[in-house]
């Protein structure tokens, strides 16, 4: 299964030394969020586990035994995963449609001017407005009622009706 996995800037993950084109083979039963080599099947997922200038994205091949994907992530584990190739930062940028992947983007690396537009959903839009700035932008996106209460808390003087 074709795959997504970032890494520390030396090709480590969680203390593993990773080697590009040589099969890696995990000793046990793989479980989501637990153990075994993960990765994303959605590129810009990634950003969700790792975010930093220097990190390295790579394409993946995992096979053996794959769990499921989480419920609101592509996000698996496997017990065996080779890096086929690096992409590169800009095209991880690029990758990028969602809200949440857009915020973390934003938040640790920059790019600020190009994720704001991709930030449509409440928690993110309250999320930006609260840790990165424009507020008079993100005001208009904050439609649900649990984040316009909690943006009425944060914000008493620009409240949302």
Same mark, same amino acid.
Request: aromatic share 14%; glycine share 4%; charged share 30%.
């Given at each position: 299964?074709?795959?997504?996995? +970032?890494? #520390? ?10 080697? %590009? ?7 046990? /039963? ?12 959605? *590129? ?15 394409? &993946?091949? =995992?096979?053996? &035994?794959?769990?499921? =994907? ?6 698996? +584990?496997?017990?065996? %995963?080779?890096?086929? /190739?690096? &992409?590169? *930062?800009?095209?991880?940028? *690029?990758? %990028?449609?969602?809200?949440?992947? +857009?915020?973390?983007? =934003?938040?640790? %690396?920059?790019? !600020?001017?190009?994720?704001?537009? /991709? ?9 930006? =407005?609260?840790?990165?700035? #424009? ?5 208009? !996106? ?5 984040? &316009?209460?909690?943006?009425?808390? !944060?914000?008493?003087?620009? /409240?949302?009706?």
């Amino acid at each position: 299964m074709k795959g997504y996995k +970032a890494f #520390n800037n030396n090709l480590t993950c969680r203390d593993y030394q990773f080697t %590009i084109d040589e099969p890696h083979t995990f000793g046990g /039963k793989p479980i989501l969020c637990e153990q075994g080599f993960h990765f994303c099947t959605d *590129l810009q997922d990634v950003v969700k586990y790792y975010c930093s200038p220097d990190m390295r994205v790579f394409e &993946i091949e =995992a096979s053996g &035994i794959i769990t499921n =994907a989480k419920e609101d992530c592509s996000k698996r +584990a496997c017990s065996e %995963i080779t890096l086929v /190739k690096e &992409i590169s *930062l800009d095209e991880v940028m *690029l990758s %990028i449609t969602k809200s949440e992947p +857009a915020y973390w983007w =934003a938040y640790y %690396i920059g790019n !600020r001017d190009i994720m704001i537009s /991709k930030i449509k959903e409440s928690e993110w839009a309250y999320m930006w =407005a609260r840790d990165i700035g #424009n507020q008079d932008i993100m005001k208009s !996106r904050v439609t649900e009622h649990y984040w &316009i209460d909690r943006w009425n808390n !944060r914000f008493p003087d620009d /409240k949302i009706n």
